[in-house]
């Protein structure tokens, strides 16, 4: 399964389901944030950055942290997996709610289509 297909079967998950397997859905969500982030065609300024930050996240990061893309990355890790299962699906739900503010935008590209091209081209 290709990982646009994986992240499609995470943002199909809207709900807190009994028989889930959270530490997969961790994974997913880390993988999918990681390669948006590391990016420089999505985000070409690091301060591009901060919008993601502070409506998924609802933080901030200091000056230092926003200069490094990898360290933010870490930081990111950090939150999404010392999250308990209802924090973790409140940031998923987030996260799908930004990328579909971005999706709609008249002024972008398709936002999900654009990163799936990143990826498989890495591959």
Not at 42 to 59: A, G, M, P
């Amino acid at each position: 399964m290709n990982p646009i297909d994986q992240y499609i079967k995470l943002i199909e998950k809207h709900s807190i389901e009994p028989n889930h397997d959270l530490i997969l859905d961790k994974a997913l969500l880390i993988g999918s944030i990681s390669q948006l982030i590391l990016q420089k065609k999505i985000y070409k300024r690091n301060n591009d950055i901060s919008d993601l930050i502070k409506e998924v996240f609802e933080t901030e990061f200091l000056d230092y942290v926003m200069k490094s893309r990898t360290l933010l990355v870490s930081r990111i890790i950090r939150i999404i997996d010392s999250s308990d299962e209802q924090e973790f699906y409140k940031i998923l739900n987030k996260f799908n709610e930004y990328v579909q503010f971005d999706n709609n935008d008249d002024d972008s590209e398709d936002f999900i289509d654009y990163w799936g091209k990143i990826i498989n081209d890495s591959k």
